[in-house]
């Protein structure tokens, strides 16, 4: 596991507590995120195991760090075609138990883009939007997904893993917009009108 500096959380109630504070510190976009906010406190409040322990389904709730990488210059974003989801998604992956999530950003970019995670200045290593999501085909499970934001260049993405994915692509918010929720995962465009918003009341600020 790469070292990131942050602490490894090794404890139950370290790991739970700072979690708690994460999902904290994300405002809801809309009554859907509000929704899936109150489910995961709930869920890490109760005691419930947080982390995968066996591929794909074990416990049947489990946590996941997405990663959005936005090339700020060209205002465009990455998504990869996930071989076992089929869809379009960010990239990402399940946190470790005991993992601090953003150390599986570090962790996960490294692995899958081979990029360094540079946090987004509009976030930082705070998560921005939280989903409670049913995957798929066999194996069926629920994701519990905090989203980053990274920046970086598109020009210093020069493979991926070529395992986990097919393809990957550089869009627009308005292109991904207009892509069908049917190709997509089911909150991307939820995510790209949160992360509208939230840039343009940065530029306003600015």
């Known amino acids: 596991m790469t070292s ?23 405002e809801p976009w809309d009554s859907l995120e509000r929704t899936h906010l109150n489910t995961t ?24 760090s997405y990663f959005v990488v936005l090339d700020a210059t060209s205002d465009r974003l990455l998504l ?4 076992k989801a089929g869809l379009w998604l960010p990239a990402g992956g399940h946190v470790e138990p005991g993992e601090d999530p953003w150390a599986t950003v570090v962790r996960e970019c490294q692995e899958e883009l081979g990029i360094e995670a540079i946090a987004s200045p509009l976030t930082g290593e705070s ?4 989903t409670v999501t049913e995957t798929r085909g066999p194996g069926v499970h629920t994701d519990v997904s905090l989203w980053y ?19 990957i692509r550089w869009l627009t918010a308005d292109q991904v917009l207009a892509e069908s929720d049917e190709v997509l ?15 343009a ?4 600020r600015g």
């Open 4 to 26: 990131t500096g942050r602490p490894h959380l090794e404890n139950d109630e370290q790991p739970r507590a700072h979690l708690l504070d994460l999902v904290g510190t994300i």
């Open 41 to 64: 406190t709930q869920w890490i409040s109760s005691g419930a195991p947080l982390y995968r322990v066996r591929k794909p389904d074990v416990p049947p709730m489990h946590l996941v």
């Open 80 to 83: 990869v075609a996930h071989r």
């Open 127 to 130: 998560p921005f939007f939280l």
């Open 149 to 167: 934001l990274l920046a970086a260049d598109a020009d210093t993405i020069a493979s991926y893993d070529e395992e986990e994915f097919s393809a």
């Open 185 to 199: 995962d089911p909150h991307m465009h939820r995510f790209t009108h949160k992360l509208q918003r939230a840039r």
């Open 201 to 204: 009341a940065g530029r306003r």
